[in-house]
């Protein structure tokens, strides 16, 4: 218990008391690099710990004091919560004078948070002339910050640059990702890589020189590491030797103004002033508004006179067409018409199975005599009565006994003709009341001129058969 009091007691005495008494500001040099590490340690000290054991996920959201973000020459980086946190940059004349970060730390177990504030005092320095540029691809951002890294990097560069240990410096470190490389992926062995500049104020070794004329070849043939002789000075760094260049870096100047072009074709693009004075809108109004609307009228009086001007008229039309055709598309309309009729009232007769004329009244009840139509069908009949009247009396015709008939109908049959002959008295002629009388249909017309009248009756020899 007294072990956790005093670390508690250890921790705000380093952030507070320390920080306090040395005035809380951390110089930085024009054209040198900054580095400021959050250190999680101090702030789990402040923060309450969870009482777990387990690790303390502390994440810091630094910003400029006031503004929502950081400066434009200071980066911030934590690779996660359980790391520490690196504020680096380059600062440039432009950013002289103190800059205040207000930092946020946020414990991800207890919810505490700490609020803590440093000063950056931006001083100013004369560039170094003579600087390097080395692309590790073996390393980030904040493995390069962590630890010795630095120092040893530091060293390898002044044994082939050979130089003194204070004429040495790290003038600018940027991360891969900010220079266009592509993001790697989330495994153990691969690296986003750093951009790492070494600056002094001594001219160039004869080994830094001959590494340059080394790596020309690396425009011929981009994808081809070149042999270069320092490689074996600089160890555990893997030098990306593609990307090494001597340069020196130039005062910046203030930009020419540039004349106004046409823009992407015709040089820079220049926006045109903004002005208080309001805009003209009626040469606008009339080519947006004005113009549509007269060539719609036109061409919708041009239509107009097109679909009802030119038309024939229905008169001139029938005139122009032979009676017959008209005729035939007048029943087709009309049995068009009936068909509708039928589907509407299912209880009246279709005309289909009337009578095709009507012997009373040749024309349709509904059409005047003076009518140029000459209808298919004829106007119905009137319908049959459904109790008809009996038929006349059936009569048969009258006995001719003289008269010889012939017909195979009136033979008598061959036995009975055998019999006749042979009684006492018999003829060879069957008697007229045995044999059969044919039926009207089937006589001759002197038979039929013979038989009784429709004033014969009650006379005898007249049979009357009725139905």
């Keep these: 218990m007294w072990k956790n009091g005093f670390a508690a007691l250890s921790g705000v005495l380093l952030v507070f008391l320390v920080p306090c008494a040395l005035g809380n500001t951390y110089p930085a040099f024009v054209g040198l690099n900054f580095m ?11 923060l309450r710990p969870d009482n777990t054991g387990a690790v303390d996920p502390i994440v810091y959201t630094p910003t400029l004091k006031g503004y929502p973000g950081l400066p434009p020459w200071l980066h911030f980086i934590q690779r996660n919560s359980t790391t520490d946190g690196f504020l680096y940059g380059t600062p440039t004349k432009d950013d002289l004078g103190p800059v205040d970060i207000e930092i946020v730390a946020f414990n991800k177990n207890t919810f505490e948070t700490n609020t803590t504030t440093i000063t950056i005092l931006v001083q100013d320095r004369d560039p170094l002339p003579f600087q390097v540029q080395f692309m590790v691809e073996n390393k980030n951002v904040e493995e390069f910050f962590y630890g010795d890294t630095r120092t040893r990097f530091l060293r390898a560069v002044r044994r082939v640059w050979q130089q003194n240990r204070g004429d040495l410096f790290i003038t600018k470190v940027v991360s891969a990702l900010d220079m266009g490389h592509r993001n790697p992926l989330p495994l153990p062995e691969l690296y986003e890589g750093v951009y790492i500049h070494v600056g002094s104020e001594r001219g160039y070794s004869a080994e830094l020189q001959q590494a340059s004329g080394q790596v020309a070849v690396c425009a011929i043939n981009p994808g081809i590491q070149p042999d270069v002789s320092i490689d074996s000075s600089i160890r555990n760094f893997d030098i990306n030797w593609c990307m090494f260049q001597l340069f020196s870096p130039q005062e910046p100047t203030t930009p020419a103004p540039v004349a106004a072009g046409d823009g992407v074709l015709g040089g820079a693009y220049t926006p045109r002033e903004l002005t208080d004075t309001g805009r003209d809108f009626t040469v606008d109004f009339i080519l947006i508004i004005i113009i549509p609307c007269i060539i719609l009228i036109v061409l919708l009086l041009l239509l107009t006179y097109i679909m009802c001007g030119r038309r024939q008229g229905v008169q001139k039309r029938d005139q122009a067409t032979p009676a017959i055709q008209l005729t035939h598309h007048a029943s087709i309309r009309e049995a068009s018409k009936e068909l509708r009729d039928l589907s509407q009232k299912r209880d009246i007769k279709p ?96 038979q039929i001129q013979g038989r009784n009248q429709p004033g014969d009756r009650g006379k005898p020899g007249v049979r009357e058969y009725t139905t």
């Design 351 to 446: 005309r289909s199975t009337l009578p095709m004329f009507n012997a009373a009244n040749p024309r349709r009840g509904d059409e005047g005599a003076d009518s140029p139509y000459t209808p298919l069908t004829r106007a119905p009949q009137e319908p049959a009565d459904d109790n008809p009247p009996a038929p006349p009396p059936y009569r048969l015709p009258p006995d001719f006994p003289n008269q010889e008939e012939s017909s195979f109908i009136n033979s008598p049959p061959r036995d009975n003709s055998r019999s006749n002959t042979s009684q006492p008295g018999g003829s060879g002629n069957a008697s007229p009341s045995l044999q059969r009388r044919p039926p009207p249909f089937m006589r001759s017309g002197e």
């Design 36 to 46: 400021y590490r959050l250190d999680r340690e101090i702030y789990t000290m402040t």
